[in-house]
């Protein structure tokens, strides 16, 4: 079974809105940046050492 296709919503137009999408629609705020994609993205996580005892 696959997922319904998302709705489409109007932007909001009151002061209150919230979503980032409809303060971007409003001129209120900036579009977030889009994060650059990893270059090795098979690299453990670099950790900070564990307290060995």
């Known amino acids: 079974m696959t997922m319904p296709a998302a709705v489409p ?6 002061d209150s809105a919230a979503d980032m999408r409809s303060l971007v629609q409003l001129g209120r705020e900036e579009p977030p940046p ?4 990893s270059t090795q993205p098979f690299l453990e996580p670099d950790w900070p050492p564990a307290d060995e005892e």
Do not use: F, L
């Open 9 to 14: 919503m109007p932007p909001r137009y009151d």
């Open 34 to 37: 889009v994060p650059a994609p």
